[in-house]
Nanobody, 124 residues
Framework: VQLQASGGGLVQPGGSLRLSCAVS????????MGWFRQAPGKERAFVAS????????SYTDSVKGRFTISRDKDVNTVYLQMNSLKPEDTAVYYC??????????????????WGQGTQVTVSS
């Protein structure tokens, strides 16, 4: 499985960005897709995940109501729509694919495939 993330950039506080993660290779219906982020000097942290088959999302508390994860199986792409962005959302964002059980999707250890990061900077 190969993952290609794109869509990062510089945006003002309150603005929006949509990240995309193009997936090549086989993803099964019981697999999960996730977005993580890593700010300078911090550990990589879970942002959101979604079931490839059931489309059921999960979010970390700090992004609930602002971010939306989705997937389009027709084009093998996972999206992260980010609205009402805050300076503390600044980080490198990574997409990842998991073949582990759903309970493991909230930690980076649950993922075996990673894309290259895309930088998101929220600043005025």
């Amino acid at each position: 499985v190969q993952l290609q993330a794109s869509g990062g950039g510089l945006v003002q506080p309150g603005g929006s960005l949509r990240l995309s993660c193009a997936v090549s290779g086989r993803i099964y219906s019981n697999n999960g897709m996730g977005w993580f982020r890593q700010a300078p000097g911090k550990e990589r942290a879970f942002v959101a995940s979604i079931g490839w088959g059931d489309n059921r999302p999960s979010y970390t508390d700090s992004v609930k109501g602002r971010f939306t994860i989705s997937r389009d199986k027709d084009v093998n792409t996972v999206y992260l729509q980010m609205n009402s962005l805050k300076p503390e959302d600044t980080a490198v964002y990574y997409c990842a694919a998991s073949r582990a059980v759903r309970g493991a999707w909230g930690t980076s250890r649950g993922y075996m495939y990673w894309g290259q990061g895309t930088q998101v900077t929220v600043s005025s």
